[in-house]
């Protein structure tokens, strides 16, 4: 199993691939943006995509599922209670910038499910905080962690349903309790670790739970 990280759009979201190499079928997770360049990479690079993976309901995270789900008829997976913030241009932030994206996910899930895909069990973290409905996904090593935690970073509580002491329990108690080495694919940035997420973050380490 391969994962490919492309950066998307205006806000230069991170949109994550996981790849089955020996039948081409992927895993999007949170395509943000640039839907129809997505597309175009897909039938360049021979890649079947079977089902989106969304962390949370934002514009930057949601912007090209519309245009997946037209051209490839995959079902939407995402955090069940993130329904409201999907669905309400407002409360996803794409009214705001008069764009008014409604998403209707297929499957609503929630903490400890599982998506299996080839070889591969992706589990459900229930992650609230920067979104009530933000959830992360666990792949053997790897967490994807949407807009929770970056480097050196989380996201931001000032939106919709944002939360400080909620997304730092999330990040506390839901993901720096897996091991050091575990590699973490965040919604925006660069790559990390939990390992050197707990030692160097400075939300973190100032954070009294």
């Known amino acids: 199993m391969k994962i490919k990280q492309l950066t ?3 806000f230069q979201a991170n949109c994550f691939l996981i790849i089955d190499e020996s ?10 943006a640039q839907g129809e360049n997505l597309i175009d990479l897909f039938k360049i690079e021979g890649y079947i995509p079977k089902m989106i993976l969304l ?9 090209g599922v ?12 995402a955090g069940e209670k993130e329904r409201k913030l999907l669905e309400n ?6 009214g705001m910038m008069g764009l008014g994206i409604s998403i209707q996910a297929d499957v609503f899930l929630k903490e400890f499910d599982e998506i299996k895909f080839h070889d591969a069990t992706i589990r459900v973290i229930e992650t609230p ?28 509580t000032d939106f919709p349903t944002g939360d400080f002491d909620e997304i730092m329990r999330s990040i506390i108690h839901k993901i720096l309790v897996y091991p050091d080495e575990y590699i973490i ?21 100032s954070y009294e739970d």
């Open 23 to 32: 039948s081409k079928e992927i895993i999007v997770i949170d395509p943000g």
């Open 66 to 77: 519309e245009a997946l789900i037209k051209e490839y008829a995959i079902p939407v997976y």
């Open 129 to 156: 905080g920067h979104t009530k409905g933000g959830i992360s996904y666990l792949m053997h090593d790897v967490i994807f962690t949407g807009d929770t935690l970056f480097q050196g970073s989380i996201g931001r």
């Open 185 to 205: 694919c965040p919604g925006h940035g660069f790559q990390t670790t939990v390992g050197e997420e707990k030692r160097k973050n400075p939300f973190v380490l």
């Open 55 to 63: 962390t949370h309901g934002h514009i930057d995270h949601i912007g």
């Open 8 to 10: 998307l759009g205006d």
């Open 89 to 94: 241009p407002m409360l996803n932030l794409s």
